[in-house]
Every structure is written in C-alpha cells, then in structure tokens.
C-alpha cells in the first residue's frame, strides 16, 4: 500500500513513482518538493486508489514501462501481451508493425517505439493510463497525469501532459 507523508491530505499535487529512478526523472524535469513524491509499493494500482481518497487536486503518476502498462489496462501483476497489443493498435501501431512482436516479452516494445521515434504512440498510451486511472477512482475534481520513465535513459520519455 501507498506510504504517504503526514498531511497527504493537505497536499494539492503530488507524485506516485514507481521507483526511485522515477522520482528522479520527474524531479529533474518538475522540480517539486522532496516531501510530495510518494513510492507507490509493489501494487501500484491500489496505491493509485489509495492517494486519490486523500484529497489532492492532482496526481502525477511517474511510471517505467511496465508500470504504466498496469495503470493503462488496470491490471495487476502484468497485463497479458494480447491486451497490450491491442492498446498499442488502439494508440496507432499498425498490426502488420506489431507481427514480429506476436511471442515477444512486453518488455520488447519499449525499444522498439523509443528507438523507432513512435513518441505519438507513447504519449497515447499515456494519456490511455490517464483516462482509465481517471475513470478507475472516479474522483470528481482530481486531474491525474501519467509519466513515462526511461529506465534506460533515466529520464521521462513520454507524458499525457
């Protein structure tokens, strides 16, 4: 479960990472507080749910690949590789781009759209996680926004911003 600060309730922004190597990427690019990252622990779609019923007005979710995958299909522990198929068809992978892909680890992807400059397709998936995270919590009021994080470059790759 989420371990949040004291006074979570009192914060209007604050950042569910994944890892600390997300925290990182996202206080390079944000500059926030020390005090407003928060580890999301090893279920990171409970501890989405979790923060959101503490009150802040906005959610940044700093994620690596896998992670953002959960968020985006709401499933824990991995999403199956048809499912992130199909949400990559939905983000604009052409089928006949993804057929070499068909047995592959979901952890092959990410190269491939990183390396292949498909930032359009990253920046969906993004804003896929964004929407389902939305809807998941149902929280009128709360914006959340999703993070994608580089483990390889350590550095935020793709955002719903």
């Not at 600390?20 to 928060?38: C, G, N, T, V, W």
């Not at 690949?65 to 590789?81: I, K, Y």
Request: net charge neutral.
């Amino acid at each position: 479960m989420v371990q949040e600060p004291s006074g979570a309730e009192e914060m209007r922004e604050v950042v569910l990472t994944a890892s600390e190597l997300a925290a990182q990427a996202h206080k390079e690019l944000y500059s926030f507080e020390d005090r407003l990252y928060i580890p999301s622990g090893s279920d990171i779609l409970a501890s989405i749910v979790s923060l959101a019923e503490k009150g802040p007005d906005r959610l940044h979710i700093a994620a690596d690949w896998a992670n953002l995958l959960r968020v985006a299909l709401w499933s824990s522990p991995n999403p199956p590789l048809f499912d992130v198929i199909t949400l990559l068809k939905k983000s604009g992978a052409a089928a006949a781009e993804l057929q070499p892909f068909a047995k592959a680890e979901i952890s092959d992807l990410l190269p491939w759209l990183y390396y292949g400059r498909k930032f359009d397709i990253l920046r969906r998936i993004c804003n896929a996680a964004k929407t389902k995270a939305e809807l998941m919590v149902r929280r009128k009021g709360l914006h959340i926004y999703c993070h994608l994080v580089s483990d390889e470059n350590r550095r935020i790759i793709a955002s719903s911003l």
